[in-house]
């Protein structure tokens, strides 16, 4: 067995995040229509003061089977001073994004946290030529009941701020 390395002090406010969540989410966009996916999302640490953070997703059908891949995400939490948090995301359909946002911790039992969320805002979105305009957004990331619950509006393709997907996610 390996053993896991010591969890440096500045993570610990983002704890509650690692291992890995699977579950299923719905999404939906004024140039979509609704739909259902299912999710694995994987937050890790190396020891260093990060987070590596990897997502993918797959559209599922009435029955809950994957029909096709959706989306892929991939980047770094990185805790900053008085709870503050900074993620970098990439994605493969061509744009890059800077969050920025606060974590505050809702409750603590037996110096385990129970409840908590991160509440963040997209500073920068960076794309290339062929990839969607994506112009901003915001994301809700809440451990309840020992639950992951996510939810991303987004601003894209000429709309404004718009409840995009959204998610409840149980450990594996």
Known sequence: MTEQPALPDELLPLSWLIGT??????GGYPTIDEFQFGQEVTFASDGRPFLSYWSRSWKLDAEGNRVKPLGTEAGFWRPRPDNKVELLLAHPTGYAEVWIGDVTVTGIVDAVITGARAELQTDVVARTDSAKEVSGGTRLYGLVDGELLWRY???????PLTP??????QRA
Request: charged share 10%.
């Open 153 to 159: 509006d987004m601003a894209a393709v000429g709309h």
């Open 164 to 169: 995009h997907l959204s998610a409840r996610l």
């Open 21 to 26: 969540w699977v579950g299923v989410g719905v």
